[in-house]
């Protein structure tokens, strides 16, 4: 915790703190105050990692999207390997909708 708070750090063995400066970024696909209320998870840990909280729906629910975002996935992929992208087929794109 001393790390996250005051961004101060000592490895092992050493006598001297090392002043570091990083950035935390985390995910999960659970509900972390639920976690903190059944205690899995630290409450003192979610608050210090809390500071910005994005809350993104599956993909499931919003399946409309899947086309484009995987035409632009295929495209970019095609791209740095410099091949030309064959378009997917309708039977194709509605197996990856559902």
């Known amino acids: 915790m001393r790390f ?6 000592r490895r092992i ?3 001297r703190d090392r002043i ?3 950035r935390i970024v985390s995910a999960t696909n659970v509900v972390l105050d639920e976690c903190v209320r059944r205690g899995t998870f630290r409450e003192d840990l979610l608050a210090r990692l809390g500071v910005l ?5 599956p993909l499931a629910a919003h399946a409309d999207d899947i086309p484009e975002i995987t035409e632009h996935i295929l495209q970019a992929k095609c791209r740095e390997a410099g091949v030309s992208a064959r378009p997917l087929t309708d039977q194709d794109m509605e197996r990856l909708i559902a």
């Open 4 to 9: 996250v708070d005051e961004g101060v750090t």
């Open 13 to 15: 063995g050493e006598y």
């Open 20 to 22: 570091v400066d990083v």
């Open 53 to 57: 909280t994005l809350s993104m729906p």
